[in-house]
């Protein structure tokens, strides 16, 4: 019984947003209410403890989340408004005529750019309406984007979901970094051949199976590079770029870029790029958060690119009141989380799952996150609602580490087919109402995704679990750090 009441929140949740169809704030709004009183009622959770734990989930929410989230937004609003957008989309449509090559650059290589940036279905939208914009099948452009958004989610939006996740469950961030850039190598990897099969089915890969390589082996190797060393606030950025630099130079036209113009567009990105690297190497005592850095590296581009002062700040205005609601559900949902978690529901949960699937949890682990992710369509959101569940599961500290980044992994790939995400890229597409045909057709996608996700957890875990004596999920007999390492 303490099982049923310990899902609750997130059961209604789930039929808020898939049965009842309302909208995500509202839904995590009436989630919300149902945990509270839960936490009251079942838990026998104090109405003090109640109020600090929700108190503690929306300050984490207002700052540093919601100022990294506005400033990201900001940044890439900031490119809309000067027009820089547009000179980007002709650069990026002018460097080829093969729809293959576009997509792999647009798609993916920019793709992973504007989510590392920016997020929130800005990657399945922009690119989605760039190729499109360049005479691209709509529904092969609609599939792409969803496949290409998958795992950039963990490092999207500056690095917010990797830093709220480390948040909840207590883990180090860095080392969850590193975690996650090796977990996802795999998923990662088929992207791009993912992509080239849904423009050209097996004739693309036996064609363009090089561009595929090239793209993976820059965007990968990015990742590994920056991830463990400066953190998780710029992997899909510099990865991204790269890719998109190095598909150019293997694929492109040659001379049909405008290089000043181009160095025009770009300033707020740059800026922003600039500013968060060199901000990666000051000591912990003079961090400044990054949502101020961001802020302010787009504020300079603006100017630069003519915008005026006052400009930027109705832009501003603009940007948090269009994404308040957004803001609302991540406060709320993190809300939700603390008190989930001070009143025992996530720890009940955590034993129910290890109860039921044992040595095969690894397994699962990224089907669970894949299901918050098709269910909240953000993988911040899955973070909260699932992170410390999935950390709490692990019987060592590595584990530990292993299945919060399988959460953030399975959420990447859940957006795929969720919702809101297929809805955005429909209409970004220009193919509103066949929403149902998209699902359909990105189900495939989605399964071989999910199950290299589950391979690759289940075979790490396996690696640490044969050198630490036998120890077994759901016992505290084997809990030396050193051994799993």
Request: hydrophobic share 55%.
């Given at each position: 019984?303490?099982?049923?009441?310990?899902?609750?929140?997130?059961?209604?949740?789930?039929?808020?947003?898939?049965?009842?169809?309302?909208?995500?704030?509202?839904?995590?709004?009436?989630?919300?209410?149902?945990?509270?009183?839960?936490?009251?009622?079942?838990?026998?959770?104090?109405?003090?403890?109640?109020?600090?734990?929700?108190?503690?989930?929306?300050?984490?929410?207002?700052?540093?989340?919601?100022?990294?989230?506005?400033?990201?937004?900001?940044t890439y609003g900031v490119t809309v408004e000067s027009g820089a957008i547009e000179e980007i989309k002709r650069a990026l449509a002018g460097l080829s005529s093969d729809s293959r090559f576009l997509a792999l650059l647009i798609a993916f290589g920019f793709g992973n750019f504007i989510e590392g940036m920016a997020g929130f279905g800005t990657a399945v939208a922009i690119p989605c309406?760039?190729?499109?914009?360049?005479?691209?099948?709509?529904?092969?452009?609609?599939?792409?984007?969803?496949?290409?958004?998958?795992?950039?989610?963990?490092?999207?939006?500056?690095?917010?979901?990797?830093?709220?996740?480390?948040?909840?469950?207590?883990?180090?961030?860095?080392?969850?970094?590193?975690?996650?850039?090796?977990?996802?190598?795999?998923?990662?990897?088929?992207?791009?051949?993912?992509?080239?099969?849904?423009?050209?089915?097996?004739?693309?890969?036996?064609?363009?199976?090089?561009?595929?390589?090239?793209?993976?082996?820059?965007?990968?190797?990015?990742?590994?590079?920056?991830?463990?060393?400066?953190?998780?606030?710029?992997?899909?950025?510099?990865?991204?770029?790269?890719?998109?630099?190095?598909?150019?130079?293997?694929?492109?036209?040659?001379?049909?870029?405008?290089?000043?113009?181009?160095?025009?567009?770009?300033?707020?990105?740059?800026?922003?790029?600039?500013?968060?690297?060199?901000?990666?190497?000051?000591?912990?005592?003079?961090?400044?958060?990054?949502?101020?850095?961001?802020?302010?590296?787009?504020?300079?581009?603006?100017?630069?690119?003519?915008?005026?002062?006052?400009?930027?700040?109705?832009?501003?205005?603009?940007?948090?009141?269009?994404?308040?609601?957004?803001?609302?559900?991540?406060?709320?949902?993190?809300?939700?989380?603390?008190?989930?978690?001070?009143?025992?529901?996530?720890?009940?949960?955590?034993?129910?799952?290890?109860?039921?699937?044992?040595?095969?949890?690894?397994?699962?682990?990224?089907?669970?996150?894949?299901?918050?992710?098709?269910?909240?369509?953000?993988?911040?959101?899955?973070?909260?609602?699932?992170?410390?569940?999935?950390?709490?599961?692990?019987?060592?500290?590595?584990?530990?580490?292993?299945?919060?980044?399988?959460?953030?992994?399975?959420?990447?790939?859940?957006?795929?087919?969720?919702?809101?995400?297929?809805?955005?890229?429909?209409?970004?597409?220009?193919?509103?109402?066949?929403?149902?045909?998209?699902?359909?057709?990105?189900?495939r996608y989605f399964a071989v995704m999910l199950a290299a996700a589950c391979i690759a957890t289940y075979f790490a875990a396996a690696l640490p679990r044969c050198n630490a004596c036998g120890s077994r999920y759901g016992t505290d007999a084997v809990r030396e750090t050193g051994a799993a390492e």
């Open positions: 019984m303490t099982v049923i009441f310990s899902v609750l929140p997130v059961a209604v949740l789930v039929a808020a947003l898939t049965l009842l169809r309302l909208p995500a704030w509202c839904a995590a709004l009436i989630a919300f209410a149902s945990c509270v009183a839960d936490a009251f009622f079942a838990f026998s959770l104090s109405p003090s403890g109640i109020a600090a734990s929700a108190a503690a989930g929306v300050s984490t929410g207002l700052y540093p989340i919601g100022l990294v989230i506005v400033s990201a937004l900001f309406a760039i190729l499109v914009g360049v005479k691209f099948d709509p529904m092969k452009a609609v599939l792409s984007c969803l496949v290409a958004n998958t795992t950039p989610t963990a490092f999207a939006s500056i690095g917010v979901p990797t830093l709220v996740l480390a948040g909840e469950t207590g883990l180090d961030a860095g080392r969850l970094t590193t975690v996650i850039a090796l977990l996802q190598i795999f998923a990662t990897a088929l992207t791009p051949f993912l992509i080239l099969i849904i423009v050209d089915g097996w004739r693309g890969i036996r064609e363009c199976w090089r561009l595929a390589l090239v793209a993976d082996a820059v965007f990968i190797g990015t990742w590994l590079l920056i991830a463990p060393f400066m953190g998780c606030e710029l992997p899909d950025i510099a990865g991204g770029l790269l890719a998109m630099a190095a598909l150019a130079a293997v694929g492109g036209r040659r001379g049909s870029i405008d290089v000043k113009r181009q160095l025009w567009a770009w300033q707020p990105f740059a800026y922003v790029v600039l500013a968060l690297g060199c901000a990666a190497f000051l000591p912990p005592e003079r961090k400044i958060s990054p949502g101020i850095i961001i802020f302010a590296a787009a504020a300079a581009g603006g100017l630069g690119q003519g915008l005026g002062i006052a400009k930027l700040l109705r832009l501003a205005v603009s940007t948090v009141l269009r994404y308040s609601k957004a803001i609302l559900m991540i406060c709320t949902v993190l809300a939700l989380g603390k008190v989930m978690g001070a009143s025992g529901m996530t720890r009940t949960l955590a034993d129910a799952l290890i109860a039921s699937t044992g040595s095969f949890y690894p397994a699962v682990s990224s089907v669970v996150g894949a299901l918050a992710g098709f269910v909240t369509g953000s993988g911040t959101s899955s973070c909260v609602l699932f992170g410390a569940l999935q950390a709490s599961v692990g019987s060592t500290e590595f584990e530990s580490h292993l299945f919060a980044a399988a959460n953030i992994m399975g959420a990447g790939i859940g957006k795929m087919i969720c919702p809101q995400s297929i809805v955005l890229g429909c209409a970004a597409a220009g193919i509103a109402g066949r929403e149902s045909e998209t699902m359909g057709r990105v189900l």
